[in-house]
């Protein structure tokens, strides 16, 4: 029998299908229902730095009246915050107290100077590791592209120095030099990352002529950048560990980002398209495959096709076709 167990930022986990931030992590039913299936751990629903400045917004707009007093706008802003805090808190105790998998806490943020108390409430609530869903729109034409690194990796710095908790930064892929941001996170000591992040789009409803919300599922085909990324820095940068995440929909892509060199793979799209089962039937296909191959332990193939551990690595720089697909 194959042996799925797999270490990911210091976690022990049983197997490398880890259950994506989302809707399936938001409550503790789905939680439930994620340990059942047998994921391997579970990235809680982030909290939203937008979300709970938003909502303190909308509450000091609904009073309007006060809006005269200087400080009204402060005491909502803090009252949001406390209470969409402490409803984090008491989410990640409950799946402590459900859960024998790891449990990481996630937040959607850009400025660490507001999060570094409550980071420290989420630590001693028990979560096991901090996943920081960190992605700027760079949309202010006259910040130039390498403050917007600067400004991530200062990010990075500050968030390490507010936990001992282990770190993955979940990450889009439109910087300039990924390789160069990549290699500059892992000296802030950020513990993982997560290859890539797959955005919320806006769009247009072209009847109501207003914008709207795109459906947000992944397509199978759409592993390839996490591919590519994890096989270029993997054997590069040992003491990283890489998750990856989206377009993951079977055990064969899991297969394939393990072979390039990920600890872990996040899954969600599948998941909420198929309902639990997916983790079972992903997991079937990982030990099928590893008992066809001989392979006794993940680790006996983590990482083999890593550009670092291949002759013809090259490849993975690849961007143009030189043949034709079709003859
Ligand atoms: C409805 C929905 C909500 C999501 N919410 C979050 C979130 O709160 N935090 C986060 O980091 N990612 C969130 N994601 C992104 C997923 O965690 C995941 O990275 C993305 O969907 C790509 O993986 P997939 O191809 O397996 O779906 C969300 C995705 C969906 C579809």
Not at 24 to 44: D, F, H, M, P, Y
Not at 189 to 200: A, E, G, I, M, W
Not at 210 to 219: D, I, P, Q
Not at 247 to 264: E, F, M, P, R, Y
Request: net charge negative; hydrophobic share 40%; proline share 2%.
């Amino acid at each position: 029998m194959s042996d799925l167990r797999t270490t990911y930022m210091g976690l022990e986990l049983k197997n490398p299908i880890i259950v994506a931030s989302g809707p399936l992590t938001a409550n503790i039913e789905n939680l439930v229902k994620c340990e059942k299936a047998g994921a391997g751990a579970v990235v809680l629903k982030s909290i939203f730095e937008e979300q709970i400045n938003a909502d303190a917004l909308e509450e000091t707009t609904k009073h309007s009246e006060f809006l005269d007093f200087a400080d009204y706008q402060e005491v909502a802003n803090n009252i949001a915050k406390d209470y969409y805090i402490n409803q984090y808190v008491e989410l990640i105790k409950e799946a402590k107290k459900a859960l024998s998998i790891p449990v990481i806490a996630s937040i959607n943020c850009t400025h660490a100077e507001i999060w570094e108390d409550f980071i420290q409430k989420f630590e001693a609530a028990g979560a096991d590791a901090l996943e920081l869903n960190y992605y700027p729109i760079a949309s202010d034409k006259d910040v130039e592209g390498k403050d917007v690194e600067k400004e991530a990796i200062a990010f990075a710095k500050s968030v390490r120095k507010a936990t001992k908790l282990p770190i993955a930064l979940k990450i889009g892929y439109k910087y300039s030099s990924l390789a160069n941001i990549i290699t500059d996170f892992a000296k802030e000591k950020v513990d993982s990352l997560v290859l890539f992040n797959r955005f919320y789009r806006p769009d247009i409803d072209i009847n109501s002529e207003k914008l709207v919300g795109m459906r947000g599922l992944s397509n199978a085909d759409e592993y390839a950048e996490s591919l590519r990324w994890i096989a270029l820095m993997s054997g590069e940068l040992k003491k990283m560990d890489f998750a990856a995440s989206t377009g993951i929909h079977s055990g064969k892509t899991v297969i394939k980002l393990l072979l390039a060199g990920a600890k872990a793979t996040e899954v969600c799209s599948e998941i909420i398209t198929h309902g639990f089962d997916a983790i079972p039937a992903m997991l079937k296909e990982i030990g099928d495959w590893m008992d066809e191959k001989g392979y006794k332990t993940i680790a006996d193939f983590q990482g083999k096709l890593a550009q670092e551990n291949m002759d013809n690595g090259a490849h993975w720089e690849r961007t143009q076709y030189m043949k034709s697909l079709q003859k």
